[in-house]
């Protein structure tokens, strides 16, 4: 069993090592980012972080797992939905939303078209045609964008010092997200298609 195991691993394509070093790193610095007690992590919403995050970077493998076993392993979905969650949880570790004023900004544009990009992946990957593509990729980062300014009010915003200032900021993320979105869809929908089989 244990030589299977390591022979199985050991055919592995460089994908399936890169997604599992992301989801590895995501998993530490959420621990360490919930538990070290340092004054970046304070009022981030690191015990919510903790409890979401690592739903979202193994949402794909549980759902291609119960429905898609037969199917090749979409591996650049699986990576691009999980780094816009390490890249956030990366910029509190190292403290960069306190010290690089426009680390927020670029967050929300490059995590958006990263997240927007899975979803654009998995359309360009099952053939769907391109202006539905279009429409899903955008949809998605709309929708998505919206739902995590809401949870970032109620997980820490309307209770800190940044309310006085949160209505434009979060207008400004919505629009990064949005744009980023748009990028997304326009390389999901643009891109060669493969031919069917």
């Excluded at 998993?27 to 690592?54: D, H, M, N, V």
Aim: proline share 4%.
């Amino acid at each position: 069993m244990g030589i299977r195991l390591v022979s199985g691993l050991r055919g592995q394509p460089p994908a399936f090592w890169l997604n599992v070093a992301v989801k590895a790193l995501l998993i530490f610095l959420l621990a360490f980012g919930a538990f070290s007690g340092l004054q970046q992590f304070e009022g981030k919403a690191f015990a919510w972080r903790l409890a979401t995050y690592p739903i979202a970077a193994f949402v794909i493998p549980v759902i291609w797992a119960v429905r898609a076993r037969d199917t090749a392993y979409p591996y650049v979905a699986d990576i691009l939905l999980t780094l816009p969650f390490l890249i956030d949880t990366a910029g509190n570790a190292t403290d960069l939303y306190d010290t690089v004023w426009w680390w927020d900004d670029v967050n929300h544009l490059v995590n958006w078209a990263l997240l927007s990009g899975a979803v654009g992946a998995l359309a360009w990957r099952n053939r769907i045609p391109k202006g539905q593509t279009l429409a899903y990729v955008v949809g998605f980062g709309a929708v998505t964008a919206i739902l995590w300014e809401i949870a970032e009010y109620f997980a820490f915003i309307r209770f800190s010092e940044e309310l006085e200032t949160a209505y434009v900021d979060t207008l400004g993320d919505m629009t990064l997200g949005l744009a980023g979105s748009a990028v997304a869809s326009l390389i999901a929908a643009l891109s060669p298609r493969r031919q069917q089989a």
